[in-house]
Nanobody, 128 residues
Framework: QVQLVESGGGLVQPGGSLRLSCASS????????VGWFRQAPGKEREGVSS????????SYADSAKGRFTISRDNAKNTVYLQMNNLRPEDSGDYYC?????????????????????WGQGTQVTVSN
């Protein structure tokens, strides 16, 4: 069964850090570009960050720049999202998604359309 499984979410105080993981099952992730997306209650799902299949190119939403870092370990079929200096507005369900395109240029990599394999999400809550 082809699937992505996210983990690492939880409750953290403002200013804290979390590292999310996205592991593939049933397929080899190293041919796929991967994106991280989040969805806050009542809001649309939005792109946070993306990484090309070999990890050479990354993209970030403006809200994530300077605080989040995406990386991948293809030997482990896993993509990570290190989130530092978290803010309450970062709260939501975080999803990873994969596309067989090795690289998506520009802001297209943060759009939902190119991605066709999605995980079930992991919840992040930033609160006192």
């Amino acid at each position: 069964q082809v699937q992505l499984v996210e983990s690492g979410g939880g409750l953290v105080q403002p200013g804290g850090s979390l590292r999310l993981s996205c592991a593939s099952s049933g397929f080899t992730l190293d041919y796929y570009a991967v994106g991280w997306f989040r969805q806050a209650p009542g809001k649309e799902r939005e792109g946070v960050s993306s990484i090309s299949s070999k990890g050479l190119r990354t993209s970030y939403a403006d809200s994530a720049k300077g605080r989040f870092t995406i990386s991948r370990d293809n030997a482990k079929n896993t993509v990570y999202l290190q989130m530092n200096n978290l803010r309450p507005e970062d709260s939501g369900d975080y999803y990873c998604a994969a596309t067989l395109k090795s690289y998506i240029s520009g802001t297209g990599s943060l759009q939902l359309d190119p991605y066709d394999i999605w995980g079930q999400g992991t919840q992040v809550t930033v609160s006192n």
